[in-house]
């Protein structure tokens, strides 16, 4: 069973950026994926990656998410730019058991880290 552990959160202004990056105890060579959950809401898919590297945005993460890996350092990163009060949430890393991950829908995935807290202030 994969171990992913989060970090890089924490407390920043609108506009602001941040890396986010989530350390797997094994290879990342395989579906990775980014979801965040502000309370009271749904945990919701924010970008995938797959194993040849090819990466989805949910609509609300197109222009300001990135997703990327680095397969010899077995971690996952997100880059978010400009932002906003509403990206403040639980920010959770998630793996999936195959290469290819077939979207952004939590089911698809059956790993999860604990997660890392983004909060943004105007």
């Known amino acids: 069973r994969v171990q992913l552990v989060e970090s890089g959160g924490g407390s920043v202004q609108s506009g602001g950026s941040l890396s986010l990056s989530c350390s797997a105890s094994?290879?990342?060579?395989?579906?990775m994926a980014w979801f965040r959950q502000a309370p009271t809401k749904e945990r919701e898919g924010l970008a995938s990656i797959d194993a040849e590297g090819v990466t989805t945005y949910a609509d609300s993460a197109k222009g300001r998410f990135t997703i990327s890996k680095d397969n010899a350092k077995n971690t996952l990163y997100l880059q978010i730019n400009s932002l906003e009060p509403e990206d403040s949430a639980m920010y959770y890393c998630?793996?999936?058991?195959?290469?290819?991950?077939?979207?952004?829908?939590?089911?698809?995935?059956?790993?999860w880290g604990q997660g890392t807290q983004v909060t943004v202030s105007s």
């Open positions: 094994e290879s990342v060579y395989k579906c």
């Open positions: 998630a793996a999936g058991p195959l290469g290819y991950c077939g979207g952004l829908a939590r089911y698809l995935y059956n790993e």
